[in-house]
């Protein structure tokens, strides 16, 4: 299971990447593999500000839904459009292509709350 060290993680399997006051957010190689086969990726949300474990958006794949949350809160900039067309990339490449969306964080000492790897690794029994 790959759990890249340089992230951040929730306990909804999301990871987080923070460059300045944006934060890319997608889920991790624990929950897609969890999902199966990802078929349909939903953010309704971009433009809007939501707070820290709000919806953001859903991940639908062959048997299942699950709500993302969003890990801080903060504005929603941005959606990544390829999943529209290629929603497998989130079983391909978690951490990479398969990123779902950016957030312009409200408050970035926030990120400092976050789970570390290795407390994701033990969450999971990695």
């Given at each position: 299971m790959n759990i890249p060290a340089d992230l951040k993680y929730t306990k909804e399997h999301e990871w987080i990447r923070l460059e300045g006051e944006i934060?890319?957010?997608?889920?991790?190689?624990?929950?897609?593999?969890?999902?199966?086969?990802?078929?349909?990726?939903?953010?309704?949300?971009l433009d809007q500000t939501l707070d820290k474990d709000e919806?953001?958006?859903t991940v639908?794949?062959?048997?299942?839904?699950?709500?993302?949350?969003?890990?801080?809160?903060?504005?929603?900039?941005?959606f990544n459009e390829e999943l529209e067309s290629n929603p497998e990339a989130?079983?391909?490449?978690?951490?990479?292509?398969?990123?779902?969306?950016?957030?312009?964080?409200?408050?970035?000492?926030?990120?400092d709350s976050l789970l570390s790897a290795e407390d994701y690794k033990n969450l999971?029994?990695?």
């Open positions: 934060a890319t957010v997608g889920i991790t190689d624990f929950a897609q593999k969890e999902l199966g086969d990802i078929v349909y990726v939903e953010v309704d949300t919806v953001f958006g639908e794949a062959v048997k299942t839904v699950s709500d993302l949350f969003l890990p801080l809160a903060g504005e929603i900039v941005e989130v079983n391909g490449d978690p951490y990479g292509q398969g990123w779902m969306i950016k957030i312009r964080v409200s408050d970035v000492a926030d990120f999971v029994g990695a």
